[in-house]
């Protein structure tokens, strides 16, 4: 079949994105669902930064490559072997499919599967199959499994949760990568017990996901640190107490005195060094750092080890929330569905695929959290 996708040939295009158009809308070829894959009608799909990084090049990817892997869906064909979906059942996309069978999935981390990593470092299905291709024959990338902004995807069967049919599309999208990697963050990785204290350095969609997952989870103080104050405005609005502008030079300063020496577990979303080194400078004796940005492969940090064993400091990386999504994400939906979650939140604009780029353009100037691309 043909599906209209946004198609990235080349990265590192200059801005503004609605000049340069790094990413084109073309009609590809969709090959049938192979064996353990479905063809999912995707009918909304979130913009993030981790399909910017692809688009500017911090995050080498194989190109071509139809990007997007933050989605939802509707069931339309089952491939060979897929027993437990019907047609019509809606679906969330997930951007690490779990083989089930290698190490840290036997070990309950299918966010570490293995060949699901080769697979998405490859541009492929976790088959190892490419589904996708120009008029002309040649192949075009999938990105993480998914390449969700398009008519229509197939994508693994492990890439995909049954999700509450009730839930309004544009809001399912959101839930496979931004709340599974915020609140994962916070209630799996740094395992935030309530009455703990909290801070949040980078107010995106997924800081700002993790703000909602401390407060459901209990944290007593949630500090939130970001450049923008309209996005300190929206995470106060959302549960954080406190709020500081991470471009004041003592912002450091006068969060360790306002915290009383800094907080039990901060967390780093913005994906740069600086944020990460203002997140380690504000965990306080015996607390956690963890970050789940994305800077580019040569940004490094030096830790200070004296200061990481005389305080038993804690640093982790938190990748997809250390979820395990079958499990996760229907937990999440049904604490949003219950109001204790407000994910609607999130979304800053709905978007046609035409005006992708343009959307790209706000995300990257830091003037949206999370906008979806919604299909008819």
Known sequence: MKTRAAVLRQTGLPHPYADSKPLVIEELELAPPGRDEVLVRIRAAGLCHSDLSVINGDRPRPVPMALGHEAAGEVVELGEGVTDLAVGDHVALVFVPSCGHCLPCSEGRPALCEPGAAANGAGTLLSGARRLSSPDGKPVNHHLGCSAFAEHAVVSRRSLVKIDPALPFD??????????????????????????????????????????????????????????????????????????????????????????????????????VRAFETAYKITRRGGSTTTAGLPPPHAAFALPIVNLVAEERTVKGSYIGTCVPARDLPRYVALYRGGCMPVDRLMSARLTLDEINEGFDRLHAGEAIRQVVVFP
């Open 171 to 272: 809001e399912a999208a959101l839930f496979g990568c931004a709340v599974l990697t915020g609140v994962g963050a916070v209630v799996n990785t740094a395992q935030l017990r309530a009455g703990q204290s909290v801070a949040v350095v980078g107010l995106g969609g997924v800081g700002l996901a993790a703000v909602l997952g401390a407060r459901a989870a209990g944290a007593r103080e949630i500090v939130v640190v970001d450049l923008s104050a309209s996005k300190r405005e929206l995470a106060l609005s959302m549960g954080a107490t406190m709020a500081f502008d991470g471009a004041d030079p003592e912002c450091v300063e006068k969060i360790r005195a306002a915290s009383g020496g800094g907080l039990d577990h901060v967390f780093e979303f913005a994906g740069s």
